[in-house]
């Protein structure tokens, strides 16, 4: 059953160095927040898997907490390039970064499989790319009742996932509506799993299009308003695009990245600009 907590409390507990860290939340409700509080407790060697990662994962990757990235798309969106993330695979820094490159529908049907409680998952998405020629994990498969083949991708079961919410009731059930993604199947892939929320209140009032993600389901929440910034929460905030544009200039240099990292471990709470 889930325990409200702290954010910086929930991090400590849930996060392990050599962790397989899933941080999910598409274009709406990432979490940001909870990506500063791993940078500022210096967790290393991580497995990251996202199926966009954005800036909190070039944040992530240039503060060294990464030994290796599982995805499907990275870039800073809207803007370019994640040029923390570029200079890690290109130039080792701060510390080599190992790529597992997949399609968003292979990413998707993985986390499916994990919370399934299945080996793999299988999908016709690969066939005629060159992905599994640069890919370990995507195999190919024959169908035992059609002898078609497809290919096979293996279960993801993240030790820890960490998506954010709208909010929770004070019983750690969590809710959350508007654009989602796989933050209900990582959450339920996982061995450990994290919510932060803008707020945590008396009682959940039901929501058009709203998904509830059981208290059973969920080890911490924390109560961190804003806590997607810059990416938006419907119905308490809106994108921040300035912030996108900002973080290309910071990102680019190595030196003014280093400056933006020492602010986060500051305890400071760190906008762009």
């Given at each position: 059953?889930a325990?409200?907590?702290?954010l910086?409390?929930?991090?400590?507990?849930?996060?392990r160095?050599?962790?397989?860290?899933a941080?999910?939340g598409f274009t709406?409700?990432i979490?940001?927040?909870?990506?500063?509080?791993?940078?500022?407790?210096?967790?290393r060697?991580?497995?990251?898997?996202?199926?966009?990662?954005?800036i909190v994962?070039d944040?992530l990757?240039?503060?060294?907490?990464a030994r290796?990235?599982?995805?499907s798309?990275g870039g800073?969106?809207?803007?370019g390039?994640l040029?923390?993330f570029r200079?890690?695979?290109?130039h080792?820094?701060?510390?080599?970064?190992?790529i597992?490159?997949?399609?968003?529908?292979?990413?998707?049907n993985?986390y499916?499989a994990g919370?399934s409680?299945?080996?793999?998952a299988v999908l016709?998405g690969?066939v005629?790319?060159?992905l599994p020629?640069?890919t370990d994990t995507?195999?190919?498969?024959?169908?035992?009742f059609?002898?078609?083949?497809?290919t096979?991708v293996?279960?993801?079961n993240?030790?820890?996932?960490?998506v954010?919410a709208?909010?929770?009731?004070?019983a750690?059930n969590v809710?959350?509506?508007g654009?989602v993604g796989?933050?209900k199947?990582?959450?339920?892939?996982a061995r450990?799993?994290l919510?932060?929320?803008?707020e945590?209140?008396?009682?959940?009032?039901p929501?058009?299009g709203?998904?509830?993600?059981?208290?059973w389901a969920?080890d911490?929440?924390?109560e961190v308003?804003?806590?997607a910034h810059?990416?938006?929460a419907?119905g308490?905030s809106?994108?921040?695009n300035?912030y996108?544009?900002a973080?290309?200039?910071?990102?680019?240099?190595?030196d003014?990245?280093?400056r933006?990292?020492?602010?986060?471990?500051?305890?400071?709470v760190?906008r762009?600009s």
């Open positions: 059953m325990e409200i907590a702290s910086s409390a929930a991090v400590a507990d849930l996060v160095d050599g962790d397989v860290v941080l999910e709406h409700l979490p940001v927040a909870a990506g500063h509080e791993i940078i500022r407790q210096r967790r060697e991580l497995t990251l898997v996202r199926m966009t990662p954005d994962y944040q990757i240039g503060a060294g907490c290796k990235l599982i995805f798309w800073n969106p809207g803007v390039s040029h923390r200079d890690a695979v290109q080792g820094w701060p510390v080599p970064l190992e597992e490159e997949h399609s968003h529908a292979g990413m998707a993985r499916v919370a409680g299945l080996p793999f016709r690969y005629g790319t060159d020629n640069v995507i195999k190919p498969i024959t169908c035992p059609t002898g078609e083949t497809l096979a293996p279960a993801i993240p030790d820890v996932a960490i954010h709208q909010r929770a009731d004070r750690g809710q959350m509506w654009l796989v933050q199947e990582a959450v339920l892939a450990r799993s919510v932060t929320v803008e945590v209140v008396d009682e959940l009032e929501v058009p709203g998904m509830v993600l059981p208290s969920v911490r929440v924390a308003p804003g806590g810059p990416s938006y419907q308490y809106e994108r921040d300035a996108y544009a973080w290309d200039t910071i990102s680019r240099d190595r003014e990245f280093e933006w990292v020492e602010r986060v471990r500051s305890g400071e760190v762009a």
